[in-house]
């Protein structure tokens, strides 16, 4: 190294940044000038520390402010902790002490490795300034530190301290300064400048010109440049003519040696920055840098520079080992890389010319760069990696058949580090052949560095134009350079980070005659001259069991070679300038000629030599040996990777000496037995038989037992160890920990595992031989049993970390399920899904479902996912998912694409399925435009398992490829091979798979890899190869279609999918025959242009949440379990964004019908007044339209914007349509009733104009009367005088008009029956019995029914005959018809089985009471009653309609009806169509009859006569006329209005009016419990609708009068005061108009109604009487004096009084919240919830049903109840009769066949069962017997374990349910 010249001092110094303690004066020079170098984690940088508070690495001096306040001395600070740049340092005014800080722990090795760098800088004299200081943690001593660096002989005792690294104790900060202050004294005050600098470095670069000498062997181009650049001449022993140097270069061709270490430095500082890894040396690249979804990996293509590292390292982990062969593209001219050469413009070829041509010294550009070495990126990369990165690295660089570092530079202290962590996870497998008369082959497997092998280590002595890297290739695999050597390409002559590197690599046979070696070998490769690498090469030649040494000449001998000579270890020396072949010298002694000899040759005599000297005695070498070699830095040594390694130590010492195949059994108890029997016996809840509620409960009991008995066996010592020590151990720590538990939990099994694995072959192997034989005797049989005890034994041996992570799992299960805390202090079991969550975001892969149980933990994997959304919120993931046979390359597919570690091995490893989490990078989601967050990889067990065998292995498949299809985004179809039964077999499941997809409404993509394909290339036979394919596909899906019940023709009618596109070819994995093949690079091509066409399709989806998936993985599963799979598929997030769509369509048909209701309000009011005679749909529509379109906004924006929206899609057509409809049906409505109200205000004109002359002559006598008898008569005259007039003009009203009488509804109704003749007895007896009003809550109708008789049954089978001869088909044969009439009066059924909802289909019977009272009721309805009054030939039709429609009924059943249903049925129709027709008679009456509407008015015009008496003025009696009016009018304005206004207040924010469907059906439930009344039960049971509207009617009332009485009142006072200002403005407003345009009387009053004409309505007064008011404000006052009184009645108004008017807000609310469907399943008569009323095509469902006692379900021909639950019953293998008498049954699979009942309803199986309805048939146990006539025994009685739920339980279970 060069010093910089010393600075002239007249020029400016660097910058000195002073501390605010510091003196402001900028001349204050430091009295002291401390370096700090060394460690940068030797202490810890904080506020606190004393000597440096800061972290900024800087060669600024700067005073420190701590110090100064410590001891009040300007003390100037450099920071150059960790920096390589040592040749930096500011040497402009001089240091005065360099601060060595080493840790403890570590001091020795760092002390060493400063030292000789800081030496070599600055030379000898340097050392005098040195201080070194050991830090250590607080609870640490530092014994042994002072000893052990005392072995240093540049180390003096007297420039030692020790300090906390904290530095915060201020004794030990005074007592160092104190020691520095000696050591400065010492050096007489003088500092370390720049002048000291050059002249200690000139007195050691004489030293090093006198010490040694260059040797030059031949001519520069016959020798191998070597391109270490070494930290300085090594120290050699003996004389100066023993020792060989080769001569160097680095940067260019004319420089050789000589260079510094500071030049060294800034070549790799230079190297570095050219590959931007210039910071990555102290910010270490981690695997989460690259575990992300990025761009497909090209290397073919060129790459800049500065991305080289990057590309290097990710085309590595795609498994592709043309990483070291990236091109590079030139990006400046100063880079040289194959340039082609100038042309010259001369076209001259003179002779003269050659010298110039051949010259090359004239143009050469010394200054020209050249790329950077393949093996100077892999190896900066490694430097530039963090210990986690290092080992995938490694890893890979195995998988490529490379070399290996096991000795490594450190590329600025140069210390030797051994990467033994890095090496920990490579695990290797291979044949050894023992030479015997058998040639034993045994298999073994094992962690490489345990492997205890030969080592045989080259090395070179100088300089060879032969290359020793080439020469090693050929004895290992000579078709693969697993050593780089000169001629690989990309290799240039500079290079400057391998030399001193030694690389590993083995040989591993395959059992195989043509084996190079017969067992593994280890080969040792040391990089550079070994004369230069002292402490390497003595390593490897003390561990190595053959040494090779390349030497120039046996002419010079070497110290080096002499002491092998006396080594008794095996020695083989390569000459370069002898030409003969091994000659054996001494024993073990070999030397071979290299001159004029093919590198073949010499291979193969190198084998044969290596052979012959390993067949004898040798040592072995052992990786984890390198731990103990002195001056080599171990990279676990690493105190966070011990601790790691502690904690991992402390759990699998437990399992020391244990037999590998017990550790599962004793220490992971939870998955063993007891899981595997818990997914067994959950599996049968699926497949019940017999009594399957009695066998429920029991199977449900076991399953509790045994979560119990997992709870009780859970906390096992490695468990506990595990688990405390995952939460307990930092992040870093835990990585550490887990990958130890990794490597030593392989270690502990692999060489078992290959043990039983070899005899399993074996056996297997036997077990062919004799089945190939025909052999049939018993030893076939033995050989078979012990075949199948190596099989279990291979299951129990396995033993994995994934097996520890399942443990928490079934822990976390068992806990949950019994929700149980531990105890003692154990670890809390709710904190694994925590602990698993941030393991998968990290990026470990978890197990989705158990491969030995196959079963997936449903409860465990929620939970899981719930805390990964808590920690990163709801992400979008886009699930890619394989399926493929078993060993056909899935996981190594996966791997090699996205850089993942699935496991993968020989043979089928992935059992079960493994998802992981990968994040998209921002450059591939923006570029793409993707519109997830996360991939998430699901990695499957394979197809076609040779463990299953026949059906099995087919529905074991269908269930894994069903699952993960649906489960999957995209799912890619890997077909291994060109075996057309096995791909037939494949296509066959995944196309089944889709199929159910499609009918599910699960639209997945798919892409087909078609792996170890021969001539991939040949496009011919590709697109042959598709067209085969397409076929294939298209012949399953029709073969699939048949089995799913779909109509399919071709593959693309199932997905869309395109054979040109969807297809892709991979090539062969290995290029060669493992274990020594490399993988083939055209395989990682293939995989990479599969990546791009999945991110391709990607971009085209939107991905699903993680919420949506965790649902997803649950519905799939849930269905799975049942063998229909498209009926019991539930997608609960689908129905979880419809139930919340269902409340905002809820909400957006309120805003409608509120708004229609107020239009309603407003043009009744008009008619009344007398201002609108027709309606016209027109107007309603434009009145609505603003509501309506903000509506259509409203919903587009929910439609586009939501999440949900891909999801919502589906919906979005159907309900655009029936909010429409409802709009229109809204208007269709009022424009009915608005009508009807016109044609009762025509139907009264005659009447109406009747009144107005009634009036004002009324009103004129009145006038005439008073005026008469004023101060004449006394007040009780008027009253006898009044009534004489009134008497008169009343008589002249009701002229020629008959009363209208009351209506006699019973006394008709009884004529009517008997007049269809039915007798008088009869019918009195029906009515006295009152059994009729119940009629459709009837438990049976036995006491109804006759049973046909043998000659009925006989005369009805003849018809049918006759009937079916005409149609061609055959009749059904009497005595059939007898035989059938037989069984069912003897009770004798084929099967006990087999159920009936009742013997006698009383369900049927009473669906057709609910049909024939729905059809009488709309028909009656239709009749004009309100405006033409009633007549009793209406209920003359009804009768007759019903008789016609029981006859009809009887028709069509193998029974007949008594005349009692008959009569009962009619007298049912009847009292439930009388309320209507009284109400709307009493309508027409109070509208037509002049007698009530005149006494309805005599008090208001005796008071009016009674003013005039008094000589009250016109406008005072015409104001009091108003008010009168008004008064009744504002009443009724009031309570309508307060009515909607109450129904939208509980519409919003009472609890159960404010959701959907659903959400009412909860409460309803809710009341009925609370009040344990069995009448309303059976209501609700039998008329769900009628309940509803009762509890509607019920909650309105209590909350109007009772729970927001308070709230109620406010809304009728606010109501009153909007009134009372609208007509206060409307008198102003009148009063003003009139008075502008000088109007009268009629005209005030014109504008005075017509301004109320909406909101009040207001009765015709005559004028003629008040022409003469002329004063209009007195008239305002007088109204407004009479308002007063009105408005204080009103506000005194009673809640109850809006009974009286039109509008009611419980009937709101129902004609709202009951608008919806109401069809019970035919089973258990549950209500189908959804919102609309006409879902179609939409199945109706409910999410829980009940039990079919609930709704008197059976067995047929016995009085045993059911008290099955329908949702059991889909699931199991019983059968029921539909109608409850044919004998026909129908198996509940296949409930939908039964008829169109049955048809439309969708019941998922389900094992669960709603508590609510279980407490319910305890509860009313006795009612129920009683109600059906049945009794809960035999086959029905009721489980045990439904007597323990409570009433309590009941109300919790429906919040649990149904919010869920």
């Not at 699903?1104 to 019991?1128: C, G, H, P």
């Not at 003897?1386 to 009473?1406: A, C, F, M, W, Y």
């Not at 037509?1488 to 008496?1509: C, G, L, P, V």
């Given at each position: ?703 509790t037992q045994i979560r119990q008995e997992q709870c009780s066996v859970s906390h096992t010592n490695l468990m506990k160890s595990f688990t405390e020590s995952l939460l307990s151990l930092p992040s870093t720590h835990k990585e550490y920990f887990l990958k130890w538990m990794q490597i030593l939990i392989d270690a502990l099994s692999t060489d078992d595992l290959a043990s039983i694995l070899q005899r399993y072959d074996e056996k ?1097």
């Open positions: 190294m060069e010093c910089d010249p010393v600075e002239d001092p007249h020029e400016p110094q660097h910058s000195v940044t002073k501390s605010a303690s510091a003196a402001s004066n900028n001349t204050v020079m430091p009295e002291l000038t401390l370096l700090l170098t060394g460690d940068r984690n030797s202490i810890e940088i904080g506020t606190k520390n004393i000597l440096l508070d800061h972290d900024e690495q800087t060669n600024v001096e700067q005073f420190s402010a701590k110090l100064y306040d410590l001891c009040g001395r300007h003390i100037s600070v450099i920071n150059m902790l960790g920096l390589p740049n040592i040749d930096r340092v500011p040497l402009n005014q001089g240091i005065h002490a360099f601060l060595l800080l080493v840790p403890y722990g570590q001091h020795n090795s760092h002390y060493k490795s400063r030292v000789q760098l800081l030496e070599k800088t600055f030379g000898r004299g340097f050392l005098s300034y040195v201080m070194t200081v050991v830090t250590h943690e607080s609870n640490e001593k530092c014994e042994g530190a002072l000893a052990d660096l005392k072995a240093n002989s540049s180390f003096a005792e007297k420039r030692y301290h020790t300090c906390t690294r904290t530095m915060t104790d201020e004794k030990e900060i005074v007592s160092l300064l104190e020691k520095i202050d000696v050591m400065v004294s010492e050096n007489d005050h003088q500092s370390y400048s720049r002048l000291t600098c050059v002249q200690n470095k000139d007195q050691k670069e004489h030293l090093d010109h006198n010490s040694y000498k260059e040797e030059r062997v031949g001519t520069e181009e016959e020798m191998e440049i070597s391109t270490e650049v070494t930290s300085g001449p090594s120290e050699t022993k003996g004389k100066e003519e023993e020792m060989e140097i080769s001569t160097e270069v680095t940067s260019g061709p004319s420089e050789t040696k000589g260079k510094g270490t500071v030049d060294v430095e800034k070549e790799i500082e230079t190297l570095l920055s050219r590959l931007h890894l210039q910071d990555k040396l102290q910010q270490k690249l981690s695997p989460a840098d690259f575990l992300k979804i990025g761009p497909p990996v090209k290397p073919s293509n060129d790459t800049c520079e500065k991305e080289l590292a990057y590309t290097f390292l990710q085309t590595l982990l795609a498994l592709d080992y043309r990483a070291r062969h990236i091109l590079v593209k030139q990006e400046s001219p100063e880079v040289s890389h194959s340039q082609s050469a100038p042309v010259s413009d001369s076209t001259d070829t003179d002779d003269n010319d050659l010298d110039e041509f051949f010259n090359t010294d004239e143009d050469s550009d010394q200054s020209k760069q050249t790329h950077v070495h393949p093996m100077d990126v892999q190896m900066a990369v490694f430097h530039c990696s963090d210990s986690f990165l290092k080992q995938d690295m490694v890893k890979k660089l195995s998988q490529c058949q490379y070399a290996l570092p096991l000795l490594v530079p450190d590329p600025v202290t140069m210390d030797i580090e051994c990467p033994l962590w890095t090496l920990r996870q490579i695990i290797k497998t291979w044949k050894v052949t023992e030479i015997n008369d058998k040639d034993t082959i045994t298999m073994k497997s094992m962690p490489i560095c345990k492997a205890e092998t030969p080592m045989v280590s080259f090395f070179r002595l100088g300089s060879l134009s032969q290359s020793k890297s080439h020469l090693m290739n050929s004895l290992i695999n000579d078709t693969h350079s697993t050593f780089f050597h000169r001629n690989c390409k990309g290799s240039t002559k500079s290079r400057h980070l391998m030399d001193g590197v030694a690389e590993i690599a083995w040989y591993f046979p395959a059992g195989n005659p043509n084996d190079s070696f017969t067992d593994c070998i280890a080969f040792c490769n040391l990089h550079g001259d070994a004369l230069m690498t002292e402490k390497q090469h003595e390593i490897l030649i003390d561990k190595s069991s053959v040494n090779v040494v390349f030497v120039p000449t046996t002419q010079k001998s070497t110290a080096v070679l002499s002491a092998l000579l006396k080594s008794p270890k095996p020695l083989i020396i390569l000459v370069a300038d002898k030409d003969c072949g091994g000659v054996e010298k001494k024993p073990g002694k070999y030397i071979v000629g290299l001159k004029e000899r093919s590198q073949s040759d010499v291979a193969e005599e190198l084998k044969m030599t290596i052979k012959k000297t390993l067949s004898g005695p040798h040592t072995s070498f052992q990786l984890e040996s390198m731990s103990k070699v002195s001056g080599v830095r171990v990279d676990e040594d690493d105190p966070v990777c011990q601790k790691g390694k502690s904690a991992a130590m402390k759990i699998l010492n437990l399992l020391q000496g244990m037999d590998i195949s017990k550790i599962k059994e004793k220490f992971l108890p939870c998955q063993g037995n007891l899981w595997h029997e818990w997914c067994r016996i959950k599996k049968e809840l699926y497949h019940l038989q017999g009594n399957i509620e009695k066998e429920k409960s029991q199977k449900e009991q076991a399953l297997w192997s036997e077990v062919l031989a004799l089945k190939n034989e025909h052999d049939k005797s018993p030893l076939l049989d033995r050989k078979q049993n012990e075949l199948e005890q190596i099989s279990k034994e291979l299951q129990s041996a396995t033993f994995g970390l994934e097996h520890i992570f399942r443990e928490m799992g079934q822990i976390y299960e068992a806990h949950k399920s019994q929700k149980k805390q531990t105890h003692n202090r154990q670890t809390d079991w709710s904190k694994y899904p925590e602990l698993a969550a941030d393991l998968m975001i990290s990026g470990h892969p978890m197990e989705l479902m158990d491969g030995d149980a196959g079963y997936a933990p449903l409860t465990w994997i929620s939970s899981v996912l719930e805390e990964v959304i808590r920690k990163l919120g709801d992400q979008t993931v886009f699930v890619l998912s394989v399926l493929g046979v078993q060993s056909s390359g899935k996981s190594t597919m996966l791997n090699a694409m996205f850089g993942l570690q699935f496991a993968v091995s020989a043979g089928r490893y992935t059992k079960g399925a493994f998802m992981q989490l990968i994040k998209v990078s921002e450059e591939i989601r923006n570029y793409l435009k993707l519109k997830f967050d996360y991939f998430l990889v699901v990695d499957t067990e394979g197809l076609r398992a040779v463990e299953l065998a026949g059906n099995t292995t087919t529905h074991h498949d269908n269930e894994l490829s069903t699952f993960f299809v649906g489960l999957g985004n995209m799912t890619l179809i890997n077909i291994f091979g060109e075996n057309s039964a096995e791909m037939q077999d494949v296509l066959q499941i995944v196309v089944q798979a889709f199929m159910r997809m499609k009918k599910v409404k699960l639209s997945p993509s798919c892409v087909f890899v078609h792996q170890n394909v021969s001539d991939i290339g040949a496009a011919e036979k590709n697109m042959d190869g598709k067209r085969r394919l397409q076929e294939k596909l298209d012949d399953m899906a029709q073969l699939a279609a048949k089995e799913e019940d779909c109509d399919v023709k071709c593959f693309s009618d199932v997905i869309a999918f395109d054979v040109q596109k969807d297809v892709k070819y991979f090539a062969q994995l290995w290029e060669g025959s493992p274990p020594m093949a490399p993988p083939n690079p055209r395989y990682s091509e293939n995989v990479q242009e599969l990546k791009h066409i999945i991110l391709s399709k990607a971009s085209q989806s939107s991905g699903i949440t993680l919420s949506y998936l965790k649902r997803k993985i649950q519905d799939l599963w849930n269905a799975l379990m049942n063998e229909q799979f498209v009926f019991s598929f539930k997608n609960t997030l689908e129905i979880a964004v419809y139930r919340k769509f269902e409340v905002q369509y809820a909400t957006w048909t309120w805003t409608l019908r509120s708004n229609m209701l107020t239009i309603e309000n407003q043009l009744h009011t008009r008619i009344e007044n007398g201002k609108l005679d027709v309606v016209e749909n027109s107007y309603l529509f434009t009145e609505m339209s603003k509501t309506f379109e903000k509506i259509k906004e409203e919903m587009n924006l929910y439609f586009e914007d939501k999440r949900d929206k891909d999801m919502l899609v589906q919906w979005r057509g159907r309900f655009e349509q029936k909010i429409k409809e409802f709009h229109e049906e809204q208007v269709e409505g009022v424009k009915k009733t608005l009508d009807e109200v016109v044609q009762q205000k025509k139907a009264r004109k005659k009447l109406d104009d009747k009144k107005t002359e009634f009036e004002n002559k009324l009103l004129q006598k009145s006038k005439e009367l008073a005026h008469s008898l004023k101060d004449k008569a006394k007040e009780e005259e008027l009253k006898s005088q009044f009534n004489t007039v009134w008497g008169e003009l009343v008589s002249e009203l009701s002229a020629g008009i008959k009363p209208i009488e009351d209506i006699t509804l019973e006394e008709d109704q009884i004529s009517v029956l008997n007049l269809l003749g039915f007798e008088w007895g009869l019918i009195k007896e029906c009515k006295d019995s009152n059994r009729y009003q119940v009629l459709s809550k009837l438990g049976h109708y036995s006491d109804y029914v006759n049973q046909k008789t043998q000659r009925d049954l006989s005369e009805e089978s003849h018809e049918s005959k006759k009937e079916n001869k005409d149609t061609g088909k055959q009749g059904t044969d009497v005595l059939k018809s007898a035989f059938n009439y037989f069984k069912q009066v003897t009770g004798i059924v084929p099967t006990t089985q087999q159920k009936g909802n009742s013997d006698l289909s009383h369900e049927q019977i009473r669906s057709f009471i609910s049909q024939v009272e729905q059809q009488s009721l709309k028909k009656i309805q239709t009749k004009p009653v309100a405006t033409r009054g009633y007549r009793s030939t209406y209920l003359q039709e009804m009768a007759q309609n019903v008789q016609t429609k029981v006859t009809e009924f009887e028709s069509q059943k193998p029974y007949a009806l008594r005349k009692e249903f008959t009569v009962d049925l009619s007298l049912y129709v009847f009292d439930r169509a009388g309320r209507w027709l009284s109400q709307s008679h009493e309508t027409y009456r109070k509208n037509n009859n002049a007698h009530t509407y005149s006494e309805s008015k005599k008090d208001q015009y005796y008071s009016i006569f009674r003013s005039f008496w008094k000589g009250n003025s016109s406008a005072a009696v015409f104001g009091e006329m108003i008010c009168e009016n008004l008064k009744v009018s504002a009443v009724q304005a009031v309570c309508n209005k307060t009515a909607i206004d109450l129904a939208g207040e509980m519409r919003c924010s009472f609890p159960a009016f404010s959701g959907n469907r659903l959400n009412l059906e909860k409460h309803v439930l809710k009341s009925l419990a609370e009040k344990e009344d069995f009448k309303s039960f059976i209501t609700y049971i039998r008329d769900p609708r009628s309940q509803a509207e009762n509890f509607i009617k019920d909650e309105v009332h209590k909350y109007m009068f009772k729970e927001q009485s308070h709230k109620a009142q406010n809304i009728l006072k606010n109501n009153v005061d909007d009134i009372s200002e609208f007509v206060s403005k409307a008198l102003f407003t009148a009063t003003q108009e009139v008075k502008t345009q000088k109007g009268g009387t009629d005209m005030w009053m014109e504008q005075f109604s017509s301004l109320l004409k909406d909101k009040l309505t207001l009765d015709t007064i005559s004028c003629q009487n008040f022409r003469d008011i002329n004063n209009f404000d007195f008239l305002k006052e007088e109204i407004e004096k009479g308002l007063v009184p009105i408005k204080t009645e009103m506000s005194r108004l009673s809640l109850d009084k809006m009974k009286d008017f039109r509008l009611q807000p419980d009937q709101i609310l129902i004609d709202q919240l009951c608008r919806c469907c109401w069809v019970t399943c035919p089973f258990c008569a549950a209500v189908c919830t959804n919102t609309l009323e006409d879902h179609s095509p939409d199945d109706h469902n409910v999410p829980f049903h009940r039990s079919g006692s609930v709704n008197g379900g059976g067995f047929k021909n016995t009085v045993e109840m059911s008290v099955d639950f329908c949702t059991t019953d889909v699931a199991s293998d019983n059968s029921f009769y539909p109608d409850g008498v044919s004998e026909v049954s129908v198996p509940y699979k296949q409930y939908r066949t039964a008829g169109p009942r049955f048809a439309n309803w969708r019941i998922t199986p389900d094992e669960s069962v709603l508590t609510y309805w279980t407490w319910f048939v305890c509860r009313f146990q006795q009612e129920l017997e009683n109600y059906y006539g049945r009794k809960f025994e035999g086959r029905g009685e009721i489980p045990s374990q439904w007597r323990t739920h409570t009433k309590q339980q009941a109300i919790e279970s429906l919040d649990e349910t149904y919010s869920a």
